[in-house]
């Protein structure tokens, strides 16, 4: 008898029984049968050596292959982990021709509807994906050069099964595509206030939850999760060498890391010695008191795989501890999508879970919003203070473009809306923001090969040339030139 035990995120239990049957009265006809005919049991169990010697050879044969295709590398958690080819693992990758051994980041984006309610038809949702797909997939590929790079990549779209129509345009734009479900049943959750709610105040409902997949990517070093409208400007070695070094991690390293100016290590409080995340905080969720409580911005999260981790964070669900009018274990996440990814990640990196593995990151020059730092000056408790509780705090909105690393086009919209309405204090900024998603599209059109569609409209006569490179042929997204798959 023979039991094949998935990890339990699939959810597809497989059992394959060879001799044995599994019930007690199946057991008795058996073997009544067997008393009754007679039956000779060094025959059967001559042909299950011979099977299960036949099952060795299979498997010792598949393993010289894999061992001879691939190569060893060592994974999170000093485990061995096989790299992989091309554009999946952890090395070995070959790209045009040229084998690339740098080791493999993964990134993923998710996909959990294919629109068809009343903001989206399906038709245009799919649309609007292919935009925010292949320009983001084109700034990865860039920042991950050779030359800008000592880490190769691996795009993912982790998908929903609700979403799978839409995801082939994934697959055409270069993407692995897993189909995941939502990783737990909401029937499960123990808590009923949290059992009854987790639908609610939120885009995506449990649906968002299947973010939380890229830690099971344990053949990378570090897997990236990102939201479809986000944008890379600059390698992000600096943090994959500091997750990747681990507790060897250099002085020289620690320095180059974009830290929130609000974290300050001392005696009592060192520098992580392993740092498992890097994330930023969404300071504009939260009401004034409530700062050390800020939500984890779900569009941008560095993390190390581990299915451990995975599975823990199931488990904090399942257990339901989201009290009413306080959020997560009583302290995180009372706010608009505090019940999924904003509040369940800052629980687990927060004061009372693993506080010593993640790093907050400064969101000016990460996952850059161009937000404003402080509160209204209408304000009852903080009138013009700084949201983050800093003194002095950082204005993202006056932040030079060259200090920027990565971008989410939320305050600033998205570029395919064609927009140029900004308020006074982000004009500048969204405007040269729009203008290097613009410039992006523009090279992703320019590097496609002949037998693929090209948008190369004329500058002249564009709207607003300068910042849309000529996809814009009018304000708003009737205006907008779409990238054709």
């Known amino acids: 008898h023979c039991v094949i035990v998935l990890p339990r995120y699939y959810y597809t239990p497989l059992d394959t029984c060879l001799l044995t049957p599994h019930s007690s009265s199946t057991r008795s006809v058996v073997a009544a049968s067997a008393a009754a005919t007679m039956v000779n049991f060094r025959t059967i169990f001559t042909l299950c050596m011979a099977q299960a010697l036949l099952l060795s050879i299979i498997s010792l044969t598949f393993q010289l292959i894999v061992v001879h295709?691939?190569?060893?590398?060592?994974?999170?958690?000093?485990?061995?982990?096989?790299?992989?080819?091309?554009?999946?693992?952890?090395?070995?990758?070959?790209?045009?021709?040229?084998?690339d051994t740098r080791l493999t980041i993964a990134y993923t984006v998710t996909l959990t509807g294919c629109g068809g309610d009343k903001r989206y038809s399906t038709q245009d949702a799919m649309g609007l994906i292919t935009q925010g797909a292949a320009v983001l997939r084109h700034s990865i590929a860039?920042?991950?050069?050779?030359?800008?790079?000592?880490?190769?990549?691996?795009?993912?779209?982790?998908?929903?099964?609700?979403?799978?129509?839409c995801s082939r345009v994934m697959e055409k734009l270069g993407y692995t595509v897993l189909i995941r479900n939502t990783p737990f049943d909401k029937k499960d959750i123990q808590q009923e206030f949290l059992r009854e709610n987790i639908d609610r105040a939120s885009c995506c409902g449990e649906k968002e939850f299947i973010k939380l997949?890229?830690?099971?990517?344990?053949?990378?070093?570090?897997?990236?999760?990102?939201?479809?409208?986000?944008?890379i400007l600059q390698p992000l070695d600096s943090l994959y060498d500091a997750m990747i070094e681990g507790e060897d991690t250099t002085e020289e390293t620690r320095q180059k890391l974009p830290i929130h100016k609000g974290v300050e290590y001392t005696a009592e409080s060192p520098f992580p010695k392993r740092i498992d995340a890097?994330?930023?905080?969404?300071?504009?969720?939260?009401?004034?008191?409530?700062?050390?409580?800020a939500g984890v911005q779900g569009g941008f999260l560095v993390v190390r795989p581990s299915?451990?981790?995975f599975d823990e964070y199931i488990d904090i669900v399942l257990e339901g501890n989201y009290i009413e009018g306080r959020g997560w274990g009583g302290k995180y996440g009372y706010f608009f999508g505090g019940?999924?990814?904003q509040g369940i990640c800052a629980?687990?990196?927060?004061?009372?879970?693993?506080?010593e593995t993640g790093v907050e990151l400064n969101r000016c020059r990460i996952n850059s919003m161009v937000d404003s730092p402080y509160f209204s000056k209408d304000d009852k408790k903080k009138p013009g203070e700084c949201r983050d509780g800093v003194d002095g705090c950082e204005d993202c909105r006056n932040s030079d473009l060259s200090s920027i690393m990565s971008v989410h086009f939320t305050i600033c919209q998205k570029p395919w809306l064609c927009t140029a309405n900004w308020d006074a204090a982000s004009t500048q900024l969204c405007s040269l923001l729009h203008s290097e998603w613009f410039r992006i599209r523009r090279h992703f059109e320019e590097s496609r090969?002949?037998?693929?569609?090209?948008?190369?409209?004329?500058?002249?006569?564009?709207?607003?040339?300068?910042?849309?490179?000529?996809?814009?042929?009018?304000?708003?997204?009737?205006?907008?030139?779409?990238i054709e798959v």
């Open 307 to 309: 299915e451990a981790t």
């Open 278 to 293: 890097f994330y930023t905080k969404d300071y504009n969720m939260v009401n004034a008191g409530n700062e050390a409580y």
């Open 449 to 482: 090969s002949d037998d693929e569609p090209r948008q190369l409209p004329e500058l002249e006569g564009s709207f607003r040339p300068e910042t849309h490179f000529g996809y814009c042929q009018s304000s708003g997204q009737k205006g907008y030139l779409p």
């Open 339 to 341: 019940m999924q990814i």
């Open 69 to 99: 295709q691939m190569e060893f590398n060592p994974g999170s958690d000093g485990m061995m982990n096989l790299g992989t080819s091309a554009n999946g693992g952890v090395s070995g990758a070959v790209v045009d021709g040229i084998s």
């Open 213 to 231: 997949y890229a830690y099971t990517l344990v053949q990378h070093p570090v897997a990236v999760i990102l939201d479809l409208d986000s944008l």
């Open 347 to 355: 629980y687990y990196y927060g004061e009372d879970k693993h506080p």
């Open 142 to 165: 860039m920042a991950h050069s050779p030359q800008q790079s000592k880490y190769n990549y691996q795009m993912y779209a982790i998908v929903h099964p609700v979403a799978k129509a």
